[in-house]
């Protein structure tokens, strides 16, 4: 059993600032690649940024605003949001690939956070 748990989301004005976190536990071998994901009302799920041993990748829309790092000792994924836009505002997921012990691969996805950006 391995899991993704959020935190760090919330209300912010325009041109704040705002960090994800994204906890992997369980009976975890190895990540693999980790990304961010964002969903607005009406609108499809899309990639805002993700991370593996080779590098990152960000969506255009993000690309100088958001920072994406991890911290593979603790299993553990961020994403810095600043200069926040309301057209940020969505629920965001991350997802991960993770290896376990009993060699088993799982495409895993967190619960959400909603980030808000309004005046």
């Known amino acids: 059993q391995v899991q993704l748990v959020e935190s760090g989301g919330g209300l912010v004005q325009p041109g704040g600032s705002l960090r994800l976190s994204c906890a992997a536990s369980?009976?975890?071998?190895?990540?693999?690649?980790m990304g961010w994901y964002r969903q607005a009302p009406g609108k499809e799920r899309e990639l805002v940024a993700s991370t593996n041993r080779g590098g990152t990748n960000y969506a255009d829309s993000v690309k100088g605003r958001f920072t994406i790092s991890r911290d593979n000792a603790k299993n553990t994924m961020y994403l810095q949001m600043n200069s926040l836009k309301p057209e940020d505002t969505a629920v965001y997921y991350c997802?991960?690939?993770?290896?376990?012990?009993?060699?088993?691969?799982?495409?895993?996805w967190g619960q959400g956070t909603q980030v808000t950006v309004s005046s």
């Open positions: 369980g009976n975890i071998l190895r990540i693999n690649i």
């Open positions: 997802n991960a690939e993770i290896r376990t012990w009993s060699s088993n691969v799982y495409d895993v």
